[in-house]
């Protein structure tokens, strides 16, 4: 019997008893990393951040201002402006599980190869054309991609690598909820060409086969 079926006879002969029974597990993390301390004086965060005293909440506490307006995207190398509306935004989002972002997108513009370790993402078209995809895991690197148009929704699965390309011969703006108050991104690019301290080239060399000249220069653009 493999596991998945023992786990499912378990649960069958529980449900079939009379003794109460319960299933948990850890919540799931709402940053990064939360290291484990003995001392009171050393802790800094909590999974998530700490919470007001309920008497003293207001209308502002889950307010936000400012979506109506178009953010540039000249001085952006990818072409797009990305406002996040998290639980740094809006504290009132703490433990709620949700957060939304706003992405303009100039002509061209792109929201470059990136993933939300703590989210799925869904993202609806307000204006223009958006090439979007994402990618399955290996072994399969399957790209699913959809062109969507104005009204158009597309999903995006929790930690999965996908980006947006604007096609359209305008601007472009999306409007995206995600399912954390604290999603997190990494972009890819800039994670393996722009860490601190830098990867070794030779190593991204051998990874991408490619001259650790070409890793240098992309370096260069990305440190």
Do not use: W
């Not at 699913?144 to 158009?152: A, E, H, S």
């Amino acid at each position: 019997m493999n596991m998945k079926n023992l786990y499912l006879a378990i649960l069958y002969l529980l449900a079939a008893s009379t003794l109460p029974f319960a299933i948990a597990s850890d919540p799931s993390p709402l940053q990064d990393f939360c290291i484990g301390v003995n001392t009171p004086a050393n802790a800094l965060f909590v999974n998530g951040k700490f919470c007001k005293d309920p008497k003293l909440v207001t209308a502002d506490d889950f307010y936000f201002s400012g979506l109506d307006k178009t953010r540039t995207t000249e001085s952006s190398p990818v072409g797009s402006n990305v406002t996040t509306v998290n639980v740094n935004q809006i504290t009132g989002l703490n433990t709620l599980g949700i957060s939304l972002v706003c992405i303009d997108y100039g002509i061209n513009g792109q929201n470059p190869p990136h993933t939300h370790p703590r989210a799925t993402e869904i993202l609806l078209v307000q204006e223009g054309t958006l090439f979007v995809g994402f990618f399955s895991p290996f072994p399969e690197n399957r790209l699913l991609n959809k062109t969507l148009n104005k009204g158009d929704v597309f999903v995006f699965p929790e930690g999965l690598i996908h980006f947006q390309v604007n096609i359209g011969k305008q601007p472009a703006v999306a409007f995206a909820s995600l399912s954390s108050q604290n999603p997190g991104v990494i972009i890819i690019g800039n994670t393996l060409f722009g860490s601190k301290p830098p990867i070794d080239p030779n190593i991204l060399a051998k990874s991408f086969q490619l001259d650790p000249k070409v890793i240098i220069d992309l370096q260069k653009k990305f440190g």
